[in-house]
Each structure stands twice: as structure tokens, then as C-alpha cells.
């Protein structure tokens, strides 16, 4: 079992809706937790991160971690095609500056 | 500033060959690495450095080596390639300075087949 579990999608929603990305992951020393967004033959660049538990919000972008489920999500509202793209979670421990990553979700937002 | 770049963008190679992918950043990093990126399969760490002269193994280090002799280059060689290599290969570089969720900057990417 991976460490860090994340559906590789597609997933598909029409243009305005509210998406929701998810991650699992089984190491509890894990307390920072990031998003990168990567576009089509690009490098990712982080979105967000988050320490610890609890919400981060960031114009559109919300993201959530819930450590005692293990579970961190990025919700996306008044979703734009210009939000298509592969997102990709990473998680790290306290002092550890290696990031575990998931596999990546890719979005497609139809116009 | 340049950030992370790297080249080539594209590269097709025969089994048994060698190779080097070259890897530079401008932002005075501590930190850079290798990842290769495939289907399915997230990001997977080759090798990393916490600065020059210091290199250390990742996930999958096996067929790769690398160097770090100065504080903006990071080249990946690729000692007898393998269909297996075939992947999307990116370097990143963060500063050290900051906690676990200071930015990494990615390059561009290198497409690497191996036929």
C-alpha cells in the first residue's frame, strides 16, 4: 500500500461547479500538506500548503486536512477551464524536507 | 531569474546508451533533485542534494547517477539506458531555509524515450 493514496481521475465537471480533490495517507507523523497544479507538459507549481489540521483558503481554492481521518482535500469553487489540469498532493513530516507525493487527479472543466 | 532549467526538452536513446540530463537554477537553492514523473505513478524521487559536493539516494536510484559540484547544477546521468527509463524527467530546487512545505520550483521537464 502506498503511502499516499490519490485517484488519478479523470474527473470531469461542467464549467462553475464545485470540485473536490482528495488524499489518504497512512503515516501520522506527516504535518505539512501541499498542493501543486500542473498543466499539460509542464513542471508543477505549488498552489497551497497547510500545517497541521484544519482549512486554508485562497481566493477559489480551499484546501483541508484531516488528520484524524487521515485526509486532506482541495476544494475548488466556480470551477474555470482554465482549472483543467493534473493536482498533485504532497506530504512531509516535521524535519523532513522529502515530500511523499500522490499520484495526481487530472481535472478537466468543461466549458 | 531563469528559475530551474533544463535540457534537453526532448531525447530519444537506444537501449545500452548513455546520457546526461542537465539540471541549473539561479536562485542560490540548497536543495535540488531529480524526479522522474509516470503514468499513474506520481513523482518518484532518483537522487537529491543538499549542497555541492553532497548527493544522496532517493526511491529509485538504480541506473542514475549524479554530481554536484557547484551550488546551480545538478546533472542526471544515465549509465546504459533501458526501455524502463522511459519516463518524464524534472528537477527542482527549494531553499533549506524554510519548513518541509517551503515551495519546490520545477523545470519544464525532459522527455526521455528509450527504445
Known amino acids: 500500500q502506498k503511502e499516499v493514496e490519490q485517484d488519478p481521475g479523470p474527473l470531469s465537471v461542467p464549467e462553475g461547479a464545485i470540485v473536490s480533490l482528495n488524499c489518504t495517507y497512512s503515516?501520522?507523523?506527516?504535518?505539512?500538506f501541499m498542493w501543486y497544479r500542473q498543466y499539460s507538459r509542464k513542471g508543477p507549481e505549488l498552489l497551497m500548503y497547510?500545517?497541521s489540521s484544519g482549512n486554508k483558503e485562497d481566493g477559489r481554492f480551499t484546501a483541508q486536512v484531516d488528520k484524524s481521518s487521515k485526509y486532506i482535500s482541495l476544494f475548488i469553487r466556480d470551477s474555470q477551464p482554465s482549472d483543467s489540469a493534473t493536482y498533485l498532493c504532497?506530504?512531509?513530516?516535521?524535519?523532513?524536507?522529502?515530500?511523499?507525493w500522490g499520484a495526481g487527479t487530472k481535472l478537466i472543466i468543461k466549458p | 531569474n531563469a528559475g530551474v532549467t533544463q535540457t534537453p526538452k526532448f531525447q530519444v536513446l537506444k537501449t545500452g546508451q548513455s546520457m546526461t540530463l542537465q539540471c541549473a537554477q539561479d536562485?542560490?537553492?540548497?536543495?535540488m533533485s531529480w524526479y522522474r514523473q509516470d503514468p499513474g505513478m506520481g513523482l518518484r524521487l532518483i537522487h537529491y542534494?543538499?549542497?555541492?559536493?553532497?548527493?544522496d539516494q532517493g526511491e529509485v536510484p538504480n541506473g542514475y547517477n549524479v554530481s554536484r559540484s557547484t551550488t546551480e547544477d545538478f546533472p542526471l546521468r544515465l549509465l546504459s539506458a533501458a526501455p524502463s527509463q522511459t519516463s518524464v524527467y524534472f528537477c527542482?530546487?527549494?531553499?533549506?531555509?524554510?519548513?518541509?512545505?517551503?515551495?519546490?520550483?520545477f523545470g519544464p521537464g525532459t522527455r526521455l524515450t528509450v527504445t
Open positions: 527542482a530546487s527549494r531553499s533549506l531555509g524554510g519548513p518541509p512545505s517551503y515551495e519546490q520550483y
Open positions: 536562485m542560490n537553492h540548497e536543495y
Open positions: 542534494s543538499v549542497g555541492a559536493g553532497i548527493t
Open positions: 503515516n501520522s507523523a506527516f504535518q505539512y
Open positions: 497547510t500545517y
Open positions: 504532497a506530504m512531509s513530516g516535521d524535519s523532513n524536507y522529502q515530500l511523499i
